[in-house]
Nanobody
Framework: QVQLVESGGGSVQAGGSLRLSCEAS????????MGWFRQAPGKEREQIAS???????YYVDSVKGRFTISKSNAKDTVYLQMNSLKPEDTAMYYC?????????????WGQGTQVTVSS
């Protein structure tokens, strides 16, 4: 079975940086897409970034220029480098995996890691 384990969350002051990691195991797909979602209490879940099998990337406008998604050569680990963090970035961050990027929301999900940005 597919398992995704996130790490790297924590508390940071505005303007600081964090790097989230997501390690996948039990993946049987020959190729796949991985991405990140986030959700704050009382807010709708939103897709933040994704990276496809060809290394093409997607970012939501609110994080462009600040966040960078990348993956290992083995393609079993995805990272989210978050710079210039803002209080508005405070949320639970989730890693997802699916055969296609368009299906990430309905794919496999990790347990989430909390990111808190103080002003």
């Amino acid at each position: 079975q597919v398992q995704l384990v996130e790490s790297g969350g924590g508390s940071v002051q505005a303007g600081g940086s964090l790097r989230l990691s997501c390690e996948a195991s039990g993946v049987t797909y020959s190729s796949y897409c991985m991405g990140w979602f986030r959700q704050a209490p009382g807010k709708e879940r939103e897709q933040i970034a994704s990276i496809d099998r060809d290394d093409s990337t997607y970012y939501v406008d609110s994080v462009k220029g600040r966040f960078t998604i990348s993956k290992s050569n083995a393609k079993d680990t995805v990272y989210l480098q978050m710079n210039s963090l803002k209080p508005e970035d405070t949320a639970m961050y989730y890693c997802t995996l699916a055969k296609w990027c368009h299906f990430l929301q309905g794919g496999h999900w990790g347990q989430g890691t909390q990111v808190t940005v103080s002003s």
